[in-house]
């Protein structure tokens, strides 16, 4: 079965060169003539792993070409998501199944709502890749992958075809517990890297802000109901800050380059989380009103 991706970004394009590699057929989903035409001209996807480049002349199409879709890797940012998915809803066959490949929380069940017939599982990733250039990425460091559904269904078979394309996927049985622990993660670093214009392991010059803040994100994954991910919160987010040290956060390197944040995802989902559960989260708040204005006046959207 074909495995179609929308989002051409850093993931979407390394999955995508895996599962050619492997033999298996995949398709590029582009929102435009225009990005066909430049994908096009670069002739495919181009994969650097340990300074070796590889070109992957994969097949690619507009998303409002005819044809059904059984399975989608949807990976484009979290703003864009509800867009994405309804580009491509008339071409989803019954029973669709999307992995749908985003920070932080939100956007995923956005999308599910609005595509009721379809299967949409949740996907985690630390895996390392960069975009050196359009359709041209970097391999950048070993991770996990994790797929799960919120509705509690069973594993479906096709992840022994992305383990056997060399994606390093597992099923998660609480995928929303994962998801959390890494959005509390982000929220702890990456919008002090932004305000203080720093590298991740600079943080640890911050190391009171930081612990408050993991305070606060422990109470609301405590009140969430995953206590074992808050009690190991100020730890994980320690040891990234440290084993990260030389890095520059995701969210650094959007607003460095003058991109659109998934603050909204992120920061903004876990304050919105804790007015839901009348959990008193001033840090947070403080942070997320800080981040907003410095947002703005780099004339970037705050939301």
């Known amino acids: 079965m074909t495995w179609y991706i929308l989002g051409a970004g850093s993931l979407g394009c390394l999955w995508a060169a895996r599962l050619a590699r492997a033999g298996q057929p995949v398709r590029l989903l582009l ?11 670069c002739g495919g996807i181009s994969l650097i792993e340990d300074g070796q480049e590889s070109l992957y002349p994969i097949p690619a199409e507009t998303a409002d070409q005819s044809g059904q879709i059984q399975r989608l890797l949807l990976a484009c940012k ?43 599982l949740y996907a985690s990733s630390t895996e390392g890749a960069f975009r050196a250039a359009d359709f041209r990425v970097v391999f950048a460091g070993k991770g996990q992958t994790w797929v799960g559904d919120e509705q509690q269904g069973a594993a ?22 994962r998801l959390w622990r890494k959005l509390a993660m982000n929220c702890a670093i990456n919008p002090l890297t932004v305000l203080h214009q720093c590298r991740n392991g600079e943080l640890a010059g911050h190391a009171d802000e930081v612990a408050g803040l993991c305070d606060e994100l422990g ?18 987010v320690q040891h990234v800050i440290a084993a990260t040290a030389a890095n520059y956060s995701s969210m650094y390197q959007d607003v460095a380059q003058s991109r659109r944040t998934e603050i909204a995802y992120l920061l903004g989902h876990a304050c919105a989380e804790g007015d839901r559960l ?26």
């Open 31 to 41: 929102r435009d003539r225009q990005r066909l035409d430049a994908y096009r001209a």
């Open 78 to 120: 979290a703003y864009d998501a509800e867009a994405a998915a309804a580009s491509v809803a008339a071409r989803l066959a019954p029973g669709a199944e999307l992995i749908l490949l985003q920070n932080g929380l939100g956007s995923q069940q956005a999308v599910a709502s609005h595509l009721p017939r379809a299967r949409c």
């Open 156 to 177: 479906p078979g096709w992840l022994d075809e992305l383990k056997s394309a060399g994606i390093p996927v597992g099923w998660n049985d609480d995928i929303l517990e």
């Open 219 to 236: 109470k609301l994954l405590h009140a969430g109901g995953y206590p074992q991910a808050a009690e190991q919160l100020h730890g994980e």
């Open 278 to 303: 009348g959990l008193p989260l001033p840090r947070l708040h403080a942070l997320h009103q800080r981040l907003r204005e410095s947002l703005r006046q780099r004339g970037l959207p705050d939301a």
